[in-house]
């Protein structure tokens, strides 16, 4: 089966300039999740979507960030404006249902640079 | 509160030498325990993972992991390592918290000496 794909594999901006990921999970895949990994540091959760449902985006900062899973398949996610601060490697997963048993398979990542 | 703690930041090893990597968790009910590895410039692959039954858990790439309780530990072992081992591995524990969701330790990087 395909695999949770994610583009652009690699963006590069200016601080203050606005940016957006995308993700398409696995087929059949309720669950959605973004999460930030910044250089050394294990990956850390930003929005967690239930088919097009937001169900965790308590570490998300939303001044800056916001996300959304239109009919519940893809997903987007957008910062504006961006900060030097999240330079980072932007990784989506998903699972079957979200729950405990369950796997969360990992795309490949966006990584972004921002100066 | 909740934590994962990967107290090695690097290991190197030689090719064919043994491997243990350490995750410390810091949970209150029973953890559900994963290993991922993470190659440059990929996304994380699951080795393996931890719910309940035998403590000593088998995954892919010849890589276990042992649930030791009483010591919080979910250490990951591999008799003898090969180049392509290389990676940057993550210990995860899976939680409820409202829903269900992972956190992550910071990580080992393995570098496999020829």
């Known amino acids: 089966e395909a695999g949770v794909a994610q583009s652009p594999r690699y963006k590069i901006i200016e601080k203050r300039q606005s940016v957006a990921f995308w993700c398409n999970p696995i087929?059949?895949?309720?669950?959605l999740y973004w999460y930030q990994q910044i250089l050394g540091q294990g990956p850390k959760l930003l929005i967690q979507?239930?088919?097009?449902?937001?169900?965790?985006d308590s570490q998300l900062p939303k001044d800056r960030f916001s996300a959304e899973r239109l009919k519940g398949v893809d997903s987007t996610l957008k910062i504006q404006p961006a900060k030097l601060e999240d330079s980072a490697v932007y990784l989506c997963?998903?699972?079957?249902?979200?729950?405990?048993?369950?796997?969360?398979?990992f795309g490949p990542g966006t990584r972004l640079t921002v100066l | 509160a909740q934590s994962v703690t990967q107290p090695d930041i690097h290991i190197t090893v030689s090719e064919g030498a043994s491997l243990e990597l350490r995750c410390n968790y810091s949970y209150g009910a029973t953890p559900y325990l994963f290993w991922y590895v993470q190659s440059p410039g990929q996304g994380l692959q699951l080795l393996l993972k931890?719910?309940?039954?035998?403590?000593l858990v088998q995954g892919i790439k010849g890589f276990e992991a042992e649930f030791k309780r009483s010591q919080s530990s979910f250490n990951l072992r591999k008799p003898s390592v090969h180049w392509s081992d290389a990676a940057e591995y993550f210990c995860a524990v899976g939680l409820t918290s409202g829903t269900y969701k992972y956190i992550f330790g910071t990580g080992t990087r393995l570098k496999v000496l020829a």
């Open positions: 979507f239930q088919n097009n449902g937001v169900v965790d």
């Open positions: 997963a998903s699972s079957l249902r979200g729950g405990r048993a369950d796997t969360q398979y």
């Open positions: 087929s059949g895949h309720a669950t």
């Open positions: 931890y719910f309940s039954g035998d403590t």
